[in-house]
């Protein structure tokens, strides 16, 4: 598990990100726990600034792997972070209140596996292909669990098998229409996949920089989070949603707008509807 | 009877909208040049070809089109919870993952874009303008019609899939049959329109690209109308049959043998596909014939 | 997929003491079921879900891929990514096989079912690369990795184009494809069929509720972790062969042991989670 990081000229290190992600993670999608407290369904925003936190962390641990050339695509990458961590987020769910906790041990442990059979039975031989498993694994389930945090109130099995429609929770409809009956879980599954993989994907080249792929991971968290917002609108109260999906609106157009400036400040030139540069000798 | 019947007016329909879902998904990704053909689209102003083609880099296109599928099948399945009717619901899916569609290409353009100034590629603003906005037109086709005949699967043939999850297999499904049939006949025909008709692209000349049209410079509406006259819609037939098949096969021949009918007919299908694959491939050898035999490699 | 310009690290070479800890793992998590459960229906989910996992990662070997190359008609093969291609076959399959599962209990059928559908996808898109390459471009299909076509016994080097690696389907990836989706849709059934059995046993007692009610429950978990399962099968067997594989003839074929060590690990420690949600 040796850490060497590779051309990530200063910025901030990767340990930084990794802590400070994991941690307002953990703690947004803890903070989601006040609606318990408070009987509201108010502060399930959190659990959607939970995932742009552990997605702003996820890129820069795929940056952090893919920069080694793993031989496929970027986008694979997402795909086994969540592909793992979808099956420790929901085993978490059953423990209650130490929901995130458990997640994100049982996530380590399935991804040290993974990646220990990646680096030595395939023989990749790539020395943060172990670490990187065990970060995305852990990430994938964070993801997930603040989605269903967000979409659903709380990070309990019970609230994501059962939906809020009827109120005993015992009639057939009332299942049907869950986080989990509805398969909700499968859009959150491929918005993760696809959030976590696209701001290296996108900003990959020559000149990538870090604050600019940084703010794209944290402008597609927003982006995912407004339609989870609008996802959630049947399974918790309207208010609620409403003030997810305002949450939402304002950070995607911050972030978006911010994208753009640093966009604009690294292209070599910003030009509209003007033809392609003359360069001799074509 | 009547239900087999149903079973396949249903399966038509399907069928039919996944050929329109096919074709709109292709030439949808050859205009955003997403997929493989996107490597050269990135590797040209590294080698001195400055462009104005849309680099729409969000991911490949199965992934991707899970994402949109799965996006628009979710809000459906909402809205639809929320007692609004089906049709209204999934054309609010779509059109907000069609949002988030044209958010992410305009992210990976700008993104790539920035990155390779090194190499004095400039952001055309005016790409993102005109190009964004037509890789939407024909996203929202795509995803409607898929999102529409998950939605029939589910609610008229019975799957016990929920419409989510119906939504990630066949957008996954739908991408990978698009991006297989489609990327080569955008990738080597259109892209590299000057190298050598019914050959290969010489690995020497990568990055050097189509830049110029008829008139003007080349932009990537112009790559959308070649895709459509084949590859759109060869994806198009491509997926349209594996929804067709597949769902003609059961609804068909489910009950028929305990299960075993379906099974039986899926191998003939299969053997039939096999034939004419060898027939192309056989025909091929016989009408091109070989190429010189190889000698040094020789960029032409 | 991407233009990362990559190049593949894993060499070749097995490596034994890996593979033999890779084992003992598989051995530890089976031997930790079966003392926790017994040999009751958990075990044998288990069981169903490292033969699935297997049957993947197995069948992603033969499905022929060229990526970014083979789109400019450079290299054999399929113009996508390895693993996303797998998963579209297989999900098909999975498809085909959970609509099946409605119908019969016959475990045969069920997982047959899966794998046709899965080997029908593949056969549907492999014959209209071969289409698009033969009538949209003019292109022959050629191997460059053998001389010969193993299946049909048609020579290849003479119809490779200057400067290129091969282009196209020749007949034996054709074969490689078709195998390929078979085996992925039959794995993702088997996970799938597994998984739904035994929710469909547990949970109602778990959640207090009809078996009825929870149906759509057991359906969404067992469908889900099936997908993911496969995706993380599909990714190991892809960082294996590096991405690319022309098929059953490459000589990346033979890399296929580790890769299924590989999978059944990951499929055990999965699988072991995934019982463990209503088991435990």
Redesign the interface.
């Known amino acids: 598990m040796t850490v060497k990081v590779e051309k990530i000229e200063g910025g901030i290190p990767h340990t930084t990100i990794m802590v400070a992600g994991l941690i307002a993670s953990v703690v947004c999608i803890y903070l989601t726990y006040i609606n318990v407290l408070t009987g509201t369904q108010l502060f399930s925003f959190f659990g959607g600034l939970g995932t742009v936190a552990a997605l702003v962390w996820g890129s820069h641990t795929i940056k952090h792997l893919?920069s080694?050339?793993?031989?496929?695509?970027?986008?694979?990458?997402g795909?086994?972070a969540?592909?793992?961590g979808?099956?420790?987020m929901?085993?978490a769910t059953?423990y209650g209140i130490a929901a995130p906790v458990v997640a994100v041990v049982?996530a380590a442990v399935?991804g040290l596996?993974?990646g220990?059979?990646?680096n030595?039975?395939?023989?990749?031989?790539?020395p943060v292909m172990i670490q990187s498993l065990v970060e995305m694994a852990i990430i994938g389930a964070l993801v997930l669990m603040g989605y269903a945090a967000m979409m659903t109130g709380s990070f309990e099995f019970?609230s994501l098998?059962t939906g809020n429609v009827v109120i005993l929770g015992?009639?057939?409809p009332s299942?049907?229409a869950?986080f989990?009956?509805?398969?909700l879980?499968?859009t959150a599954?491929m918005l993760g996949a696809i959030a976590i993989q696209h701001p290296f994907?996108a900003c990959?080249g020559p000149n990538w920089t870090q604050d600019r792929m940084l703010m794209l991971a944290a402008e597609c968290g927003f982006l995912s989070m407004i339609t989870a917002a609008v996802m959630s609108m049947p399974l918790i109260q309207m208010s609620a949603a409403l003030v997810s999906l305002f949450v939402a609106i304002i950070g995607w157009f911050y972030t978006y707008s911010k994208y753009i400036e640093l966009s604009q400040r690294d292209a070599a030139a910003w030009l509209d509807s003007k033809p392609i540069p003359e360069v001799e000798g074509q | 009877m009547e239900s087999i019947v149903f079973g396949i007016g249903i399966t038509a329909l399907a069928g039919a909208l996944a050929t329109v879902a096919g074709a709109a998904e292709n030439t949808e990704s050859d205009i955003g040049s997403q997929?493989?053909?996107?490597?050269?689209v990135?590797?040209a102003p590294q080698m001195g070809y400055i462009h104005r083609i849309f680099n729409k880099?969000v991911?490949?296109?199965?992934?991707a089109y899970g994402l949109w599928i799965a996006l628009g099948a979710g809000i459906a399945w909402a809205f639809m919870a929320m007692q609004i009717n089906p049709i209204l619901a999934i054309v609010l899916g779509s059109g907000l993952a069609v949002f988030v569609q044209g958010v992410y290409a305009t992210t990976a353009y700008l993104g790539r874009t920035a990155s390779l100034a090194k190499f004095g590629q400039p952001v055309y603003v005016d790409i993102l303008k005109s190009m964004t906005t037509v890789t939407m037109a024909h996203a929202f086709v795509a995803i409607f019609t898929t999102v529409t005949l998950c939605h029939l699967i589910n609610a008229a043939l019975?799957?016990?899939?929920?419409l989510p999850?119906?939504g990630?297999?066949?957008g996954?499904?739908l991408?990978?049959?698009g991006?297989?049939?489609?990327?080569?006949?955008?990738?080597?025909?259109r892209?590299?329109q000057n190298q050598?008709?019914?050959?290969?692209?010489?690995?020497?000349?990568?990055g050097n690209i189509v830049r110029y049209a008829e008139a003007g410079e080349r932009n990537s509406l112009d790559n959308g109308w070649f895709s459509a006259k084949?590859?759109g819609p060869?994806?198009g037939?491509?997926f349209g049959?594996?929804v067709f098949?597949?769902l003609w096969?059961?609804v068909l021949f489910?009950?028929v043998g305990?299960?075993?009918g379906?099974?039986i007919i899926?191998?003939i299908?299969?053997l039939v596909?096999?034939v004419?694959?060898?027939y192309?491939?056989v025909?091929?050898?016989k009408n091109?014939g070989?190429?010189q035999?190889?000698?040094e490699?020789?960029?032409? | 997929?991407?233009?990362?310009?990559?190049?593949?690290?894993?060499?070749s070479?097995?490596?034994m003491?890996?593979?033999i800890?890779?084992l003992i793992?598989l051995l530890l998590v089976i031997a930790a079921t079966y003392f926790v459960f017994g040999s009751g229906l958990a075990f044998m989910a288990l069981i169903g879900i490292i033969i699935g996992g297997v049957l993947i990662g197995f069948g992603v070997h033969f499905v022929p891929v060229g990526?970014?190359?083979?789109?400019?008609?450079?290299a054999p093969g399929?113009?996508?990514?390895?693993?996303?291609?797998a998963?579209?076959?297989g999900?098909?399959g999975?498809?085909?096989g959970?609509?099946?599962?409605?119908?019969?209990d016959?475990l045969y059928?069920?997982v047959?079912?899966g794998a046709?559908?899965g080997?029908?996808?593949m056969?549907?898109?492999?014959?209209?690369?071969?289409?698009?390459?033969?009538?949209?471009?003019?292109?022959?299909?050629a191997s460059g990795k053998v001389l010969k076509d193993p299946i049909?016994g048609?020579t290849q080097?003479?119809?490779?184009?200057?400067?290129?690696?091969?282009?196209?389907?020749?007949?034996v990836s054709?074969?490689g494809g078709?195998i390929g989706g078979l085996f992925g849709g039959a794995g993702g059934t088997l996970i799938y069929l597994m998984l739904l059995d035994l929710y469909k046993e547990e949970l109602p007692g778990m959640?207090n509720?009809l078996p009825?009610?929870?149906?759509?429950?057991a359906?969404?978990?067992a469908?889900?972790?099936a997908?993911?399962?496969?995706?993380?099968n599909?990714?190991?067997a892809?960082?294996?062969?590096?991405?690319t594989i022309e098929g059953p003839h490459d000589p990346k074929f033979k890399r296929f042991p580790?890769?299924i060590?590989?999978s059944a690990?990951?499929s055990a420690?999965?699988g072991i989670?995934?019982i463990?949600?209503v088991a435990?």
């Open positions: 893919c080694y050339g793993i031989g496929t695509g970027v986008p694979s990458a795909m086994i969540f592909g793992s979808v099956i420790a929901l085993f059953k049982l399935i596996i993974l220990y059979v990646a030595n039975v395939l023989n990749m031989r790539i019970t098998t015992l009639s057939l299942y049907q869950s989990l009956g509805g398969a879980i499968a599954f994907n990959l | 997929g493989d053909p996107n490597s050269q990135q590797l880099a991911a490949g296109e199965p992934p019975g799957h016990p899939f929920p999850l119906l990630i297999v066949w996954i499904a991408g990978a049959a991006s297989a049939t489609g990327n080569p006949f955008y990738g080597k025909e892209q590299y050598k008709f019914g050959a290969g692209v010489p690995i020497a000349a990568s084949l590859g060869a994806s037939v491509c049959l594996i098949l597949e096969r059961t489910e009950q305990a299960g075993w379906a099974i899926g191998i299908i299969i596909f096999t004419i694959d060898r192309i491939e025909w091929a050898r091109y070989p190429y035999k190889p000698t490699e020789a960029s032409s | 997929m991407s233009a990362v310009a990559a190049k593949p690290t894993a060499g070479a097995v490596d003491t890996a593979m800890i890779g793992i990526g970014a190359p083979a789109a400019m008609g450079q399929i113009a996508t990514g390895v693993a996303m291609l998963a579209g076959a999900l098909a999975l498809f085909g959970a609509w099946a599962a409605q119908t019969t016959n059928v069920i047959i079912t046709v559908g080997g029908l996808m056969a549907i898109t492999c014959m209209f690369v071969t289409f698009i390459y033969v009538f949209g471009m003019g292109i022959p299909c049909t048609d080097p003479e119809f490779k184009s200057q400067g290129t690696e091969g282009h196209g389907l020749p007949f054709y074969v078709v959640m509720a009825g009610q929870v149906l759509p429950i359906v969404t978990l469908g889900m972790f997908i993911g399962m496969f995706l993380v599909a990714v190991l892809a960082y294996n062969i590096t991405g580790r890769a060590v590989a690990v990951a420690v999965c989670v995934a463990m949600i435990l």
